[in-house]
């Protein structure tokens, strides 16, 4: 575990904590599933693709990735959403919050999306982004002084707070099996999310990867680039697929499960 | 369901949106585990009592309670972790926020206290509050113009909402079994609870109760109001205790229960 | 509530007990995150559609269901996996266990499946079923007297019980929310699943239906019905498709979005 | 990690597979909440004995256990109510399951509680538990051969299992977290709960106390030795104690505690 903090925008950080498991520990317990029976079955990355392609997620689950986060307010209420996790988040009732909050600028002040109604999309703001700025320059500024102020006076540490913007850091200890991370991060690094959860998964995932090799490649493949259709859309596709002569791309095992969703 | 609003504060409310269960649905549940060998023994309210004195917990599990909430962001950060409950929040990056904010004044302003690092206490703040109110007003006029003028200024909604102080209210459906709603009125009820989620807890409670009054009376008795000694306290209590002779404020196999605590 | 026991197998039953929620329940919920900005958006069906399409699980969430079920004992142990579900099952430690035993005959007592190592097929056994039913009710017979010998010995009932085999009937009280109900049904009443528990989760699945037609409705377009594709699949299909001219089977938003995942 | 296989009665063994944390990573986790507020308040054990006490249970959320345990189906049905735990068991459709069964002899073959309707008590059957032997051996036996004349036969792993009696042994990787871990200990390894599931309760809290020393002996103190009394039982307990006037056995802040709660 090198322990080291990676940067998330200006003032965050992901710091990988502890791993429990790798992909070995993930084969074992799906032996224990299968008993003597598989010995001969085939080799850990063949079985890891197994279990991914089909669903059986309990093998996953035995193995646990902890981060320390430090992450503005927002992004903490998306992420503890995942209540599969266990965590632990710095208090402001018991602790004085810090003075960092996440402050996007220039380019990253991105219009309100035309067609997304839950999203940002690229393109200039009509106004110059330094108003903008200034803006929240003024908000952060001044809810920090505020907030200091309300401390000196006295003011019980739970309610000072209640000045503070959401945009204010805190700090998180966040564990969870490698099942749920994997969910996590189709979730929440899917471009439909909040760009800025998405660039936490994106340094999350990048920092558990090179722990389970096998695990990662499988759950790119079957899960977070596999692509979903509906009953009507299976219709449509069958209607106008030609047929698929050489498959040699695939196993010979997942060129028959291939062939039987297009039947 | 009479559906009416209750009101929290001057601007947040709870309101019981449905219920699934009662009283006997819980004895229906509990005989299920006991099958013909118990329907002689006792009446509905003496199974409860037994079922919660003995931490029988499925039997509550099997009754829902749905709310709707309207209540500051500090509190739902609190609220979110009782990880069993389900929960559909307003949403900021859809939906333009309120542009209400919790606001405590006057003798609401409470110091931080002495004894307790994560509370507050009785008693006067040095300052004039009036001094804090203003500070806080300041923030909370601020936030607000700041925030419309970032969407007037066509800033997406998702970004815009980063200046909000965490005091803004939001709403959400919040909808958990019996047990676990006892398990978030006990912890969030109680006197070391930040005290506006002690107040939502006690509004909610109070909803709940005429839908569940055996169940209610068995959790006060039982659970809320019980107390808890450590083995070295309980060694000490042993020491000190006179020999009891007349304990007719109990039942008989309450008694028995008792007695046997006490050996 | 009919209430009404249906019949699964000879001796088991399924019931459904309560219903919480409803289709516009489902929308309600839906409407909070998103606040007054919906409002003009769409009908109910569109929007509950929208919501099993994307993934948007909460609002689903916020309904419940209740079966009382009698079913054997294996099958109770893949029920039970489902960790989101509460449940009471008949105790026997508490209560005499029931002389049911789930018993196949015929064209029922299916061979081992050539090619699934975890599953029947169809075709004949070598042997006459006869030879294979008179081994089982051999032991069923055998291992009901062996029980109630040992408890008129007065043998405890929780150790006399250890003789009962998996196929003896026990009872339950389940109960779900309607999105962890869609996952049930998803996994049980997949074609992978054992038989047996098929027929239960079919069974539980028509009795739920009419109450949320279109969130059922949705769920079979989307979920149930619904093929994946991995990323070398993708690649695959994409070689391998006509260019797509009409999609009048699919609304406009829909048809979008499909031909982005062809892209 | 010694990975020893410890036996629990003739055929069943724990083993404990691995650990994520320790008692210092449990006072890490409660730091990040507390801030730099806390450092000078205390040592690990402190700390320790505090969370515990206040019921502080996220810290210990971030240790991890996992078991190997071979275990009778009917203990397993009971292992598997704890829903927080990730499991993955041995798969009697897949591989065909072992030839060993529970089989308690002699005095172990204890009568039906006369005064505890889900439990056994000391004392004699009245009959010689030869004949009860003999009686559990011939099912024991006859389901044996049945199962694998079954197999022989053809008829598939899924059905020809459901002649094997709750005694038969499966195997299962268990994980869970200290917290839960610890809540399991409680009610599992309580005298209320059935002997077998008790002997391995205290056979795997035996293997992880030495990897939480101070944690083990804070869940002793404080959860698994202490005792509940309820409103009523207070009332009387407060009416027959004496005032207590040295209480040297406790800590100054414990005292403190004490006294309030006898107030």
Redesign the interface.
Known sequence: MSNEEVKVHDLGFVKLL?V??NDE?VE???R???????RKTSATRNLIRYLM???HT??F??C?I?F?LKL???V??QL??H??A???????????MSDDF?F?KGKN?????STN?????EGE???DTG??EF??F???D??KN?YH??LD???????A????????YT???W?T?LHNFFHFVK?RGDN?A?QEIQDFAHVMYHLVKPHFPLCCEAF???IR?????????????KD???T?VA?D??SKR?ETE?LE?LK
């Not at 224990?32 to 598989?38: D, K, M, Q």
């Not at 109604?117 to 999309?121: M, P």
């Open positions: 502890d429990m498991g520990e074992n317990a799906a224990i599933s299968y008993g003597e029976g598989t392609r089909h669903k309990s093998p689950e035995m646990e902890k320390h503005p307010i927002f903490m209420r503890v959403r209540r599969t266990n965590l632990n988040e710095y208090s402001g009732r018991y602790s004085v996440y996007p002040l991105k219009p309100q999306s109604k839950q999203g940002r999309e703001l009509g106004n108003e903008l803006e929240i003024r908000i952060f001044g809810a505020a102020n309300l006076w006295n003011l019980s540490r739970e309610l707070r209640i000045v503070l913007p959401v945009s204010n700090e998180v200890i564990k099996d979730l439909h909040q790119e493949d079957y680039d596999a692509v979903t259709f509906s009953k009507k859309e299976m219709e449509i596709i106008n697929i030609n698929i498959t791309r695939l997942e291939f969703k």
